[in-house]
């Protein structure tokens, strides 16, 4: 299994999930401005699609998409999914929310320029963090372990301190208590993301 990631992007959400999940795989850069991978291959041969993240499975499958990729992981580690009959759909309804919505507002923060839009984006993204906020009862947002959707979240809050979005104390200790987990520091390690927040040098996401 090969994880295609760059660093600081969306993708750091199922790198994070594999390392969690402990499971073996490979993992490759990609330079999303030259669509080449680390090894200088083309990434289009991975995916016609051209973003990150890209999984390729044991199988010589490829799965893309965030919500894809991250419930797959979650089916193969149930540790990382939650239980019950409804379980799946939550955390179904909470990745997709982040992808059509908070992930979404971020775009305007990745560009030079357009400086109303990014005052828009950051109203938007403390509306919707807020929301995420009220449902955050627990230590994690489904109990006292994480799932793969907190790993998204997780890399959203990331960026909203990149960019200066306000959130929430309780968000903010969310974020903190991530960040401590032995797989999130062995990912973000693997990624070359110290001080992240504060990392003016990450262009590449969104
Ligand atoms: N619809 C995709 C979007 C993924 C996405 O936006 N990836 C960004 C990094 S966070 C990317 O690779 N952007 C480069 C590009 O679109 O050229 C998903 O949800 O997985």
Same mark, same amino acid.
């Given at each position: 299994?090969? +994880?295609?990631?760059?660093?600081? #992007?969306?993708?750091?959400?199922?790198?994070?999930?594999?390392?969690?999940?402990?499971?073996?795989?490979?993992?490759?850069?990609?330079?999303?401005?030259?669509?080449?991978?680390?090894?200088?291959?083309?990434?289009?041969?991975?995916?016609?699609?051209?973003?990150?993240?890209? +999984?390729?499975? &044991?199988?010589?499958?490829?799965?893309?998409?965030?919500?894809?990729?991250?419930?797959?992981? #979650?089916?193969?580690?149930?540790? +990382?999914?939650?239980?019950?009959?409804?379980? /799946?759909?939550?955390?179904?309804?909470?990745?997709?929310?982040?992808?059509?919505?908070?992930? /979404?507002?971020?775009?305007?923060?990745?560009?030079?320029?357009?400086? #109303?839009?990014?005052?828009?984006?950051?109203?938007?993204?403390?509306?919707?963090?807020? +929301?995420?906020? &009220?449902?955050?009862?627990?230590?994690?947002?489904?109990?006292? /372990? =994480?799932?793969?959707?907190?790993?998204?979240?997780?890399?959203?809050?990331?960026?909203?301190?990149?960019?200066?979005? =306000?959130?929430?104390?309780?968000?903010?200790?969310? %974020?903190? %208590?991530?960040?401590?987990? =032995?797989?999130? /520091?062995?990912?973000?390690? &693997?990624?070359?993301?110290?001080?992240?927040?504060?990392? =003016?040098?990450?262009?590449?996401?969104?």
């Amino acid at each position: 299994m090969k +994880l295609y990631y760059s660093p600081f #992007a969306c993708s750091l959400a199922d790198h994070i999930a594999l390392e969690e999940a402990g499971v073996p795989f490979e993992r490759e850069a990609v330079d999303l401005k030259t669509k080449r991978t680390a090894s200088g291959n083309d990434f289009a041969a991975v995916t016609a699609k051209g973003y990150v993240p890209a +999984l390729v499975l &044991d199988s010589g499958e490829t799965l893309t998409e965030n919500v894809a990729v991250l419930d797959w992981i #979650a089916s193969q580690h149930p540790e +990382l999914s939650v239980a019950g009959p409804l379980g /799946r759909t939550r955390v179904l309804e909470v990745l997709s929310y982040i992808s059509s919505e908070i992930h /979404r507002s971020f775009k305007p923060m990745w560009h030079p320029g357009h400086d #109303a839009e990014k005052v828009k984006a950051r109203a938007a993204l403390a509306a919707q963090f807020g +929301l995420v906020a &009220d449902g955050l009862k627990t230590d994690y947002l489904f109990g006292d /372990r =994480p799932s793969v959707a907190d790993c998204y979240l997780f890399v959203m809050l990331l960026w909203a301190a990149r960019f200066h979005v =306000p959130v929430s104390a309780s968000l903010e200790a969310f %974020r903190n %208590r991530m960040g401590a987990r =032995p797989a999130v /520091r062995i990912a973000m390690t &693997d990624e070359g993301l110290v001080n992240i927040a504060s990392e =003016p040098g990450i262009e590449q996401g969104g």
